[in-house]
């Protein structure tokens, strides 16, 4: 909920005199609540906007004195920093054409593509056994085999292929290298989406592989996993030498996802190829500075 209020109300006052950051709304909230979340932050963060459009105060004279605000802002900024922003998009016509219009606002997708069901539940930290004891740092949404796992974020393919853990996966980074994007499990004999490799760029909303329930094994493309599902994970790097150690910083993904859900792309079927691709293609300004 603070999600999504904090993200109208940057999306509404975009183009007037006063442009409020959601990010800054949630680390306001965040600082005054420990990063504790309840009924009482949305009602906060609405009093917060009405107090800076109206021009009572700014945020950087309410934030002087406020200790961890920086440390709320830093955090929140590494998960979300990507996922609101101008961007250009195909639209439906009446007569069946599409046409490009330039948009503000989410440009994050749902790792479920439109049309598609699944389930989840908050997971984040409950135990696994396989190979050792450890906590499960990820998010896992249960689905049918075959559905079109899409792109939440722009960004380049850094790790592709077979993981004895999580079986066929990808691994997408966000241009500014903060986020990195875990998808495992994917399906035994079709995993991505062809033509994909390390090195690819992505934008959101692209299909870029498959739901299954390949892992557990460390031999290739077998299903050892039960129930077929997306593990998705999400990695928080503010210095390289967290990429892969003790100091790996993995988040609880069940509140975005929720918030995702908004955002879902929609795909279609080649029928010859067998592969599912975006109805509407989209143009990140990200992507094309990376380009």
Known sequence: EALSAAYNL???????????NWIELL???????GGTFDKKSVSLIQKLADELTCGETTMDDLTADM??????????EAVLGGMVGEYETEQPCEDGSKVWKKVYGLKAFSPIAKGFPYSDYDDFGSSRSYGYKRKHLGHDMMGQIGTPIVAIESGYVEALGWNQYGGWRIGIRSFDKKRYYYYAHLRQNFPYALNLEEGSIVTAGDVIGYMGHTGYSTVENTNNIDTVHLHLGLQLIFDESQKEGNNEIWIDCYELTKFLYKNRSETQKNTETKEWLRVYEMKDPLVLGFD
């Open 10 to 20: 940057d999306v509404e006052s975009y183009d007037t005199p006063v442009h409020l």
């Open 67 to 76: 200790k961890y605000y920086d440390y709320y802002l830093e955090a929140y």
């Open 27 to 33: 680390a306001y909230a965040g600082a005054k609540s």
